[in-house]
């Protein structure tokens, strides 16, 4: 249970710090956003829990595909801030192009050769 709590104050510090930066700095804040520092502690925690080699490379591997459709979000939600459409209907617009690119992946990925 300790390790579990470790992990998730370990995860949830990672976005304190995010945010924090990104309110002085929104650039520095992005450019830490988008390292994969989530990937790679759960690619070390899964590492950690199971050290199965095959397991962390389809993690892997699965990661880059899923990674793919949440990237248009990125756009969509500045995009939109910018004519006016307030934050969260912005952000929730994002979140739904995001959830129907991931369904399509799923649905697309296979008949691709790609396992995810």
Same mark, same amino acid.
């Given at each position: 249970?300790?390790?579990?709590?470790?992990? $998730?104050?370990?995860?949830?510090?990672?976005? $304190?710090?995010?945010?924090?930066?990104?309110?002085?700095s929104p650039?520095?804040?992005?450019?830490?956003?988008?390292?994969?520092?989530?990937?790679?502690?759960?690619?070390?925690?899964?590492?950690?829990?199971?050290?199965?080699?095959?397991?962390?490379?389809?993690? !892997?591997?699965?990661?880059f595909w899923?990674?793919? /459709?949440?990237?248009?979000?990125?756009?969509?939600? /500045?995009?939109?801030? &910018?004519? !006016?459409?307030p934050f969260? /209907?912005?952000?929730?617009?994002?979140?739904?192009?995001?959830?129907?690119?991931?369904?399509?992946?799923?649905?697309?990925? /296979? &008949?691709?050769?790609?396992?995810?």
């Amino acid at each position: 249970m300790g390790y579990l709590i470790l992990k $998730a104050l370990l995860s949830g510090l990672m976005i $304190a710090v995010v945010s924090e930066i990104a309110k002085r700095s929104p650039g520095l804040g992005g450019l830490i956003a988008s390292l994969p520092l989530v990937s790679v502690l759960g690619m070390m925690w899964l590492w950690r829990d199971t050290h199965d080699t095959m397991r962390l490379a389809s993690h !892997g591997e699965a990661t880059f595909w899923f990674v793919l /459709p949440s990237l248009p979000m990125f756009l969509l939600v /500045p995009a939109l801030l &910018r004519r !006016g459409v307030p934050f969260w /209907p912005a952000l929730a617009g994002g979140c739904l192009l995001t959830m129907g690119l991931y369904l399509l992946m799923i649905w697309a990925a /296979p &008949r691709l050769g790609v396992r995810v």
